[in-house]
C-alpha cells in the first residue's frame, strides 16, 4: 500500500497562486500514475488532473487548463500540482491518488491522501 501526504494548501486571493506537494511512500513511485482530485462542501469529488508514469502525458479538467500544471519527480516521490490565476470555484479539499491506470475515473485509484484544504477568496 502506497502512503500519501499532501502539503501546501491555505487561503488565498482570487488571483494568487499556489502549489500542493504530496510526498508518497511504499512501493516503487514511478509504477504509477498520479493524481489530483478535489472536493468542495456539498459536492461531489471531482478530477483536476493526472500524470502518467513516464511524467510526460497528463490530463486536466477543461476549467484548471492553462492554469494547473501536475508534475511529478521521481527521485523526490513527489507529485505537485501548481495553481496559478486561482479563482473562488477552486476552493476544495484537494487529494492527490495513486494507482495503475491513467485515467480520470477516481475508482481507479487506490491510494489516496488525507487532503489540504484550499481556499480561494473574491
Known amino acids: 500500500q502506497t502512503q500519501l501526504v499532501e502539503s501546501g494548501g491555505g487561503l488565498v486571493q482570487a488571483g494568487d497562486s499556489l502549489r500542493l506537494s504530496c510526498v508518497a511512500s511504499g512501493r516503487a513511485f514511478n509504477s504509477f500514475s498520479l493524481a489530483w482530485f478535489r472536493q468542495a462542501p456539498g459536492k461531489e469529488r471531482e478530477f483536476v488532473a493526472a500524470?502518467?508514469?513516464?511524467?510526460?502525458?497528463?490530463l486536466y479538467r477543461n476549467s484548471v487548463k492553462g492554469r494547473f500544471t501536475i508534475s511529478k519527480d521521481d527521485t523526490q516521490n513527489t507529485v505537485s500540482l501548481q495553481m496559478e490565476s486561482l479563482v473562488p470555484e477552486d476552493t476544495a479539499v484537494y487529494y492527490c491518488?495513486?494507482?495503475?491506470?491513467?485515467?480520470?475515473?477516481?475508482?481507479?485509484?487506490?491510494?489516496w491522501g488525507q487532503g489540504t484544504q484550499v481556499t480561494v477568496s473574491s
Open positions: 491518488a495513486a494507482g495503475t491506470a491513467f485515467t480520470a475515473d477516481p475508482g481507479s485509484y487506490n491510494s
Open positions: 500524470v502518467k508514469r513516464n511524467g510526460i502525458n497528463t
